[in-house]
C-alpha cells in the first residue's frame, strides 16, 4: 500500500494542461471539421464563432489547456486542504 499524503498543484495542473490541450485538439479538429462541411456558428456571434467555427483547431486546445491548469491547480489545492488532517490516500500498486 502507498498513502498519497499531498499533491503538488502545479505538477498536477501541468498534467492536465496536457491532457486537457490534447482532448482540446481532438474536439477541434471535429468541430474545424464540421466548420468546413458548412456546420459553422455565423461571425455575429463573436467569440463563439472563433470557438465553435474554422479555427477551433487551434482555438479550443488553448481554452482546454488553459482550464485544464486552473481546474488541477484547484482540485489539487482541494485535495491537500480536505486530506491534510487526516492519514492519506491509500493505493495498492501492483508491480
Same mark, same amino acid.
Not at 486537457?20 to 463563439?48: C, D, E, H, L, Q
Not at 482546454?64 to 488532517?85: P, Q
Given at each position: 500500500?502507498?498513502?498519497?499524503?499531498? @499533491?503538488?498543484?502545479?505538477?498536477?495542473?501541468?498534467? /492536465?494542461? #496536457?491532457? !486537457? %490541450?490534447?482532448? +482540446?485538439?481532438?474536439? $477541434?479538429?471535429?468541430?474545424?471539421?464540421?466548420?468546413?462541411?458548412?456546420?459553422?456558428?455565423?461571425?455575429?456571434?463573436?467569440?463563439?464563432?472563433? @470557438?465553435?467555427?474554422?479555427?477551433?483547431?487551434?482555438? /479550443?486546445? #488553448?481554452? !482546454? %489547456?488553459?482550464? +485544464?491548469?486552473?481546474? $488541477?491547480?484547484?482540485?489539487?489545492?482541494?485535495?491537500?486542504?480536505?486530506?491534510?488532517?487526516?492519514?492519506?490516500?491509500?493505493?495498492?500498486?501492483?508491480?
Amino acid at each position: 500500500m502507498v498513502v498519497i499524503k499531498e @499533491i503538488d498543484s502545479v505538477t498536477f495542473g501541468k498534467i /492536465l494542461t #496536457i491532457l !486537457y %490541450g490534447t482532448m +482540446g485538439f481532438i474536439f $477541434g479538429i471535429f468541430t474545424t471539421i464540421a466548420a468546413f462541411m458548412g456546420f459553422s456558428v455565423p461571425r455575429k456571434f463573436g467569440i463563439f464563432s472563433l @470557438i465553435f467555427g474554422k479555427w477551433a483547431v487551434l482555438s /479550443l486546445p #488553448i481554452f !482546454y %489547456g488553459v482550464s +485544464g491548469y486552473f481546474i $488541477g491547480r484547484i482540485a489539487a489545492s482541494l485535495y491537500n486542504s480536505l486530506v491534510g488532517s487526516k492519514k492519506g490516500f491509500r493505493v495498492e500498486l501492483l508491480h
